[in-house]
């Protein structure tokens, strides 16, 4: 509240930079399954189906690293359709950028150069979001358990 150096400014803290899962953790593919999210699917959608409870959707945000969940997590089409009408308005159908036929970044001028819109740069960036690492249901408790003591 207020502004800081005023008496009334508090500040807060973030917790989640503090309490991240262990790094061997993270890298050990043997506690994930790989998912490729659907259109409209939710963190919580996810968790109901595959805990059996929705209120476990901070695991799966938590094993992304996702800090936010509008941005981080994969739009709906619809969604990603006005986002990209905000960002970029009547540039939607220019050029972002123009890649090869192996899809590295190139020069306009370069020989096969094709380009890559502002739309499609984004709809690329969204469906990467969609590959995610779902911890595996039988890995969940455990979560749970160091997230409260890193918590306490």
Same mark, same amino acid.
């Given at each position: 509240?207020?502004?800081?150096?005023?008496?009334?400014?508090?500040?807060?803290?973030?917790?989640?930079?503090?309490?991240?899962?262990?790094?061997?953790?993270?890298? +050990?593919?043997?506690?994930?399954?790989?998912?490729?999210?659907?259109?409209?699917?939710?963190?919580?959608?996810?968790?109901?189906?595959?805990?059996?409870?929705?209120?476990?959707?901070?695991?799966?945000?938590?094993?992304?690293?996702?800090?936010?969940?509008?941005?981080?997590?994969?739009?709906?089409? /619809?969604?990603?359709?006005?986002?990209?009408?905000?960002? /970029?308005?009547?540039?939607?159908?220019?050029?972002?950028?123009?890649?090869?036929?192996?899809? /590295?970044?190139?020069?306009?001028?370069?020989?096969?150069?094709?380009?890559?819109? +502002?739309?499609?740069?984004?709809?690329?960036?969204?469906?990467?979001? #969609?590959?995610?690492?779902?911890? $595996?249901?039988?890995?969940?408790?455990?979560? #749970?358990?160091?997230?409260? $003591?890193?918590?306490?």
């Amino acid at each position: 509240k207020g502004i800081k150096g005023d008496p009334q400014f508090t500040p807060i803290t973030n917790i989640l930079t503090r309490v991240r899962m262990k790094t061997e953790f993270i890298k +050990n593919k043997v506690y994930y399954s790989d998912y490729m999210v659907v259109d409209g699917e939710t963190p919580e959608s996810l968790a109901h189906d595959f805990y059996g409870d929705s209120g476990l959707h901070w695991v799966i945000m938590y094993a992304q690293m996702i800090t936010n969940p509008y941005y981080d997590w994969p739009l709906k089409y /619809y969604d990603l359709t006005k986002y990209i009408t905000k960002k /970029y308005g009547t540039d939607q159908l220019s050029p972002h950028h123009y890649e090869n036929s192996d899809g /590295y970044e190139v020069d306009a001028t370069s020989s096969g150069a094709q380009v890559v819109t +502002n739309f499609k740069y984004e709809e690329i960036e969204n469906d990467k979001r #969609r590959a995610i690492n779902l911890v $595996k249901p039988e890995f969940v408790n455990a979560i #749970r358990k160091e997230f409260k $003591k890193l918590i306490n």
